[in-house]
């Protein structure tokens, strides 16, 4: 499996980025996608994730509706939409892929994860 980002970059605070993921072989089973992402000095961290049915997705408390994650039809890209970006999103972002049997589950955490790619920076300026 390789997962591969893009999109990233330096944005103002307040302006919006988006980040798409493509995922290259995952066939055979079926699998859920997410984004983490990981500040200097901090751990690695859930900030979207879509089950392989499409019909759940996971968001944590803290980011108040500012970002949404979908996929296509194919279900080998994933993209997240980040709005009202403030500095402290600043972070590298980590596109994420798990095997599961059930079509609705959403990975919350980083042990849940089978596969990552290799990130793309996102710095959001004052």
């Known amino acids: 499996v390789q997962l591969v980002e893009s999109g990233g970059g330096l944005v103002q605070a307040g302006g919006s980025l988006r980040l798409s993921c493509s995922a290259s072989?995952?066939?055979?089973?079926?699998?859920?996608l997410a984004w983490f992402r990981q500040a200097p000095g901090k751990e690695r961290e859930c900030v979207a994730s879509?089950?392989?049915?499409?019909?759940?997705?996971y968001y944590p408390d803290s980011l108040n509706g500012r970002f949404t994650i979908s996929t296509n039809n194919a279900k080998n890209t994933v993209t997240l939409q980040m709005a009202s970006l403030k500095p402290d999103d600043t972070a590298v972002y980590y596109c994420?892929?798990?095997?599961?049997?059930?079509?609705?589950?959403?990975?919350?955490?980083?042990?849940?994860?089978?596969?990552w790619g290799k990130g793309t920076l996102v710095t959001v300026s004052s």
């Open positions: 994420a892929l798990t095997w599961t049997g059930d079509s609705d589950y959403v990975p919350k955490a980083r042990y849940n994860i089978d596969f």
């Open positions: 072989g995952a066939t055979g089973s079926s699998y859920a």
């Open positions: 879509i089950s392989w049915s499409g019909a759940n997705t």
